[in-house]
């Protein structure tokens, strides 16, 4: 029997040349997910993965106090199916090497890729598949599959992950950070459940509409300002990666109905059916908020990207 205390998180990242434009997000994405997995009861150990046109090693099997911040360089192609090839290989011959009482009695593999697969020499699609599905089928490992520019379900799918642990995430700030907070919180759903993983769905609708980006139907829009761009850049303070805005930081909005200043928390009221109470505010959320209700360009600065 394996040991119900003990949790293997298996990661692959995507580190190809087109994600430069959300390392950074990537980065604090998957460091605020290492910091929840810490606060899970029992022992969490981590492996990670890299990869791009090559497979790099991170770690293997680290206790998760001892893991590092992401350390994410892009460059080169995306040979997705030899890396999870790779990967998972590495790991089932890893732990068939130590006494079975020893082994994790959950293992998470979490895949995250922002393109098509174009650069695998070893392995297939239907070769992955094969192997993601015997894994399943005779362990019960767990696997997880996010993916940007593409579909990511139908993606999964093709190579074995089931659909519903399949999630299409946009690449920016916003997806980035809804995709790994929402691996998180299945992580918690899927401990607290008790049952086997395998059984579970990772991802619930709202999930799925944060990742790319949706915030829900627009409650009011100012007939007299169709046109608005956020002039001044909020305060922004520290505790989040893409920044956080006070609720009374200024913003200036400048449309046909001339210059308008208020408070992000107006901004959001007006702009959002949801009610917030919190007293922090993504920046992001707050422009994704406004860019929906006037339907136009905007800009801020002043972000802590």
Same mark, same amino acid.
């Given at each position: 029997?394996? &040991? ?48 791009? &046109? ?6 293997? &099997? ?30 089932? #011959? ?6 079975? !009482? ?46 940007? &520019? ?19 995430? =946009?690449?920016?700030?916003? !997806?980035?950070? #809804?995709?790994?907070?929402? =691996? ?8 607290? #459940? ?5 059984? =579970? ?14 915030? !829900? ?86 972000? #802590?990207?």
């Amino acid at each position: 029997m394996t &040991n119900p205390q003990l949790s293997l998180v298996a990661a692959l990242l995507d580190r190809s040349g087109s994600m430069h434009s959300i390392a950074d997000d990537t980065r604090g994405g998957f460091d605020s997910f290492i910091a929840k997995e810490r606060e899970a009861d029992g022992r969490t150990v981590v492996t990670l993965a890299q990869f791009d &046109n090559r497979y790099e090693l991170v770690y293997d &099997n680290v206790p998760i106090e001892d893991v590092a911040p992401l350390v994410l360089e892009p460059r080169g192609g995306t040979a997705l199916y030899d890396a999870i090839g790779r990967l998972v290989s590495e790991v089932d #011959a890893g732990l068939a090497a130590i006494p079975e !009482g020893e082994r994790p009695g959950l293992v998470t593999v979490l895949v995250m890729t922002d393109g098509h697969e174009n650069a695998s020499q070893e392995w297939t699609n239907s070769a992955v598949r094969e192997l993601i599905q015997r894994q399943e089928a005779e362990y019960s490992w767990d696997f997880v599959f996010l993916g940007s &520019n593409i579909d990511a379900v139908e993606v999964g799918a093709d190579l074995g992950f089931q659909r519903g642990k399949s999630m299409t995430y =946009v690449s920016t700030s916003v !997806g980035v950070t #809804a995709a790994f907070d929402s =691996v998180a919180d299945y992580q918690h759903r899927k401990r607290s #459940a008790g049952v086997d993983a395998c059984s =579970v769905s990772a991802f619930t609708p709202e999930d799925r509409r944060r990742a790319r980006g949706e915030y !829900g139907a627009v409650s009011y829009v100012p007939p007299s300002t169709p046109s608005a761009v956020i002039r001044s850049a909020p305060r922004v303070s520290p505790g989040h990666r893409s920044g956080v805005v006070e609720e009374s930081a200024p913003w200036a909005i400048v449309g046909q109905g001339g210059e308008h200043q208020c408070d992000a928390r107006t901004l959001l009221t007006m702009c959002s059916p949801f009610a917030w109470s919190t007293s922090e505010i993504a920046t992001d959320v707050v422009a994704a908020r406004i860019q929906q209700c006037y339907e136009t360009t905007f800009e801020h600065a002043g972000l #802590a990207r």
